[in-house]
């Protein structure tokens, strides 16, 4: 059981403004508009108004415990606990644990994560067949699906986050960001017509599973986890010039209709022209400290949708390039 | 892009000097720099040279390179995420944090409370006070007891901190039923379950419930903090019991809801947002500035919620306001 136990000050220090006073076998702590009384008996006073100097200058409490052995470590103690219920004590202790890093410098090893990561993994199974000239039609509309849908979802995704409280400048940040995101679909729904995918038909589209957990982990980050949401933006907004150029290049070859694949394009220029693909490091900069323990949350959270991402590319391959499935993913 | 330049760079990865430039490598991943003004030999000692220990003047001063160009390289190095920031992380810890809330929670407490027509007359031996209010405020206790598991469980899964999730899970299980214990005082008064789920709390109770439900969803470290002063990290609870008991209220109505206060100061429930905060290894300046404005907030609704218990419950009016009855007047 963690409850019922008490904090051990490191330092017990009396509140800055806390006034000692003797007055013969009584010793005084004046604090705002409260204080105490300590009865002392014989030379007692003198021991007291000793070690409330002391607690003045917020001396290690073993020290305390050494320069004081005529009252003894269980007496002390005792009056330190009295003086903290009384709300006069403060731990003069301030030093951050290792690990504690700034918001921006973690995002530097987020980063460096991301890459190690990426190195690991064979990434980019649907820029290959792009740019080799594998990727079928079906597979083309599928992966235009597929963002279409974390396009469609992103307000949903970011508005919770809008909820939490963050700092002034954070909040209008996180605010710009859902306005330059919150009717980007209607661009795309347009390029899906033009293939004869009206908004009916596309609003009983489902996404795929990987698609679909990209989109939960945004949605419970911004809930529960801001550092996690703020950070994993990014992964979302990295601009992609050679998987663009593959893509416009290979919807050309297929014989795609530039209505259809041109705002997709143009969607992912606006984001970069926005400034998006750096959205996680300026989020970032106005976190002062960041604790390991929300590091490795977070670094979890980066390599899971990471992998989500790698996992996804392969996945619209399978489904898109099985004539059996339903394409769209519409399901009685 | 938007870089601001690192004032402490430290090169992360080996430096090698090559015929036309410098070679990074970082993990089998190789970055070059080449640099038109700089011979390949300067650019590897000042590169080599950025070891977080000296700030970014210091080491272009050193090399004799310009300061610009060295900021221009250190951005660029920076957005290939090829260095660190060696400046410490700014805050203080979490217990001085909460040490500083609970003395403005306290000082902001002493100020309101002073003046709070409920406690002014608890406190008072000489006041007179009439016996609904004493139960009033256990049915209003009974209406707060009642939502705890609403705004206590979003902190459950607090994500960031195993020892966060352990303390709030066991603080949860503890707290489970408590409203129990306050039902079996009303039941002395002949005041069933019922009747209470179909009764309107007052207005500054729901307020109370929903303020604490939108910090816990939206700022758990706030809330965090508001769990002192809710459980009692004061005397008020004794208080007002030891007035319940010299006013001679019925012991079947006070012995449960002092059961329940003695539970509450033996898990010392009072210490949780200590507890908690002692795991919060740092708080930043803006959040400190932000759990201060709540604090002041949190102890204004808190202070209305005592308001209004004694202005309806001192008034005459029904103990219940029950949805029910209100229907018949319509």
Request: overall charge negative; some cysteine.
């Amino acid at each position: 059981m963690m409850l019922g136990h008490d904090y051990q000050f490191s330092r017990p220090m009396l509140r800055p403004g806390a006034r000692v006073s003797v007055d013969g076998d009584r010793v005084r702590v004046d604090y705002r508009r409260h204080g105490c009384t300590i009865r002392t008996v014989g030379a007692g006073s003198a021991d007291v108004t000793a070690v409330l100097t002391d607690l003045q200058s917020g001396l290690r409490r073993a020290d305390l415990v050494d320069r004081h052995p005529q009252v003894g470590p269980e007496a002390l103690g005792a009056l330190i606990e009295r003086l903290d219920d009384l709300g006069l004590i403060t731990e003069a202790d301030g030093a951050l644990p290792p690990g504690v890093t700034s918001g921006e410098q973690f995002y530097r090893r987020v980063r460096r994560f991301g890459r190690a990561l990426a190195a690991r993994r064979a990434g980019g199974a649907f820029l290959r067949a792009l740019e080799d000239g594998t990727a079928t039609r079906a597979q083309v509309v599928g992966y235009a699906l597929e963002y279409y849908h974390i396009v469609h979802m992103c307000p949903a995704l970011v508005a919770p986050a809008l909820a939490n409280h963050e700092s002034p400048r954070t909040r209008d940040l996180l605010r710009d960001f859902y306005r330059t995101e919150f009717d980007h679909d209607r661009m795309l729904q347009g390029a899906l017509a033009a293939i004869g995918i009206d908004r009916e038909r596309l609003d009983a589209v489902i996404p795929l599973p990987t698609t679909f957990a990209q989109a939960t982990s945004l949605a419970a980050y911004a809930r529960v986890n801001p550092l996690a949401f703020k950070t994993c933006l990014y992964l979302f907004e990295v601009p992609a010039p050679r998987f663009q150029r593959a893509l416009r290049e290979r919807c050309q070859q297929l014989a795609l209709p530039e209505a259809f694949w041109k705002p997709f394009l143009e969607h992912s220029d606006i984001n970069e022209d926005a400034g998006h693909d750096d959205i996680s490091r300026v989020l970032l900069r106005e976190i002062g400290a960041v604790t390991e323990e929300e590091q490795v949350t977070t670094l979890i959270a980066v390599g899971a949708l990471i992998e989500t991402f790698v996992a996804q590319e392969t996945e619209i391959l399978h489904y898109y390039g099985d004539p059996r499935n339903p394409i769209p993913r519409i399901f009685p | 892009m938007n870089v601001e330049v690192i004032t402490r760079p430290r090169l992360v990865g080996e430096v090698t000097t090559l015929v036309d430039g410098v070679a990074i490598d970082i993990r089998g991943v190789g970055f070059r720099v080449q640099n038109d003004v700089y011979p390949p030999e300067v650019l590897a000692a000042l590169l080599r040279s950025l070891d977080g220990r000296r700030e970014l003047d210091e080491v272009a001063r050193a090399h004799r390179i310009d300061v610009d160009h060295v900021r221009a390289l250190v951005a660029t190095l920076d957005s290939q995420f090829l260095v660190d920031d060696a400046a410490p992380a700014t805050g203080i810890s979490g217990m001085q944090a909460i040490l500083e809330i609970e003395d403005l929670l306290k000082e902001r407490i002493h100020a309101t409370f002073f003046d709070n027509p409920f406690w002014k007359r608890v406190l008072d031996p000489a006041a007179e006070i009439p016996h609904d209010v004493m139960y009033g405020m256990a049915i209003e206790n009974y209406h707060f007891l009642l939502r705890e598991t609403g705004f206590d469980s979003p902190v459950l899964g607090y994500p960031t901190s195993a020892k966060i999730r352990r303390l709030m899970n066991e603080f949860y299980i503890e707290e489970h039923q408590h409203d129990e214990l306050v039902l079996k005082g009303l039941r002395a008064l002949g005041i069933e379950r019922a009747h209470l789920a179909e009764a309107m709390p007052l207005p500054g109770t729901l307020a109370l419930v929903n303020a604490l439900l939108y910090w816990s969803t939206s700022d758990p470290l706030f809330f965090f903090a508001t769990l002192g002063v809710l459980e009692g990290s004061d005397s008020r609870i004794d208080s007002y019991l030891q007035r319940c008991q010299q006013m001679g209220l019925p012991s079947d109505f006070v012995a449960p809801i002092l059961a329940h206060a003695k539970i509450n100061m033996n898990s010392k429930h009072g210490k949780l947002s200590r507890l908690v905060f002692a795991e919060i290894p740092a708080v930043d300046a803006t959040t400190m500035a932000r759990l201060r404005r709540q604090a002041h907030l949190f102890v204004e609704v808190y202070d209305r919620f005592y308001q209004e218990v004694w202005e309806y419950y001192s008034s005459g009016a029904p103990l219940l306001r029950r949805i029910s009855s209100i229907e018949l007047e319509a």
